[in-house]
């Protein structure tokens, strides 16, 4: 399993971001997929959720803010972020894995090295 993050930076807040993960060593068309993040001196904490038909969840902070989706042609999920704040500062993982596990453990399952997102002005 191999999943390579990327497209985060440094954003004023409000911005957007848009993080994408590419995927590979494993059927990807089949595997629910997620995003989960770590903030400094905090736990990894699950952000979102995409099964293989598509069907999304979202962490409550998230709700109305970030869009999850992926290209199963590409092998590829995305995350795109809106109207970010300072709190939503942090490195976010791929996750290979969906509900309900990601949202209870996702340090258990693989996931990428990660991108840094810094909301700051």
């Known amino acids: 399993v191999q999943l390579v993050e990327s497209g985060g930076g440094l954003v004023q807040p409000g911005g957007s971001l848009r993080l994408s993960c590419a995927a590979s060593g494993f059927t990807f068309g089949t595997s629910a997929m997620s995003w989960a993040r770590q903030a400094p001196g905090k736990g990894l904490e699950w952000v979102s959720a995409?099964?293989?038909?598509?069907?999304?969840s979202y962490a409550d902070s998230m709700k109305g803010r970030f869009t999850i989706s992926r290209d199963n042609a590409k092998n590829t999920v995305y995350l795109q972020m809106n109207r970010l704040k300072p709190e939503d500062t942090a490195v976010y993982f791929c996750v290979r894995g969906g509900l309900p596990v990601v949202r209870v453990i996702p340090a258990k399952l693989p996931r990428g090295q990660g991108t840094q997102v810094t909301v700051s002005s």
């Open positions: 995409i099964s293989p038909d598509g069907s999304t």
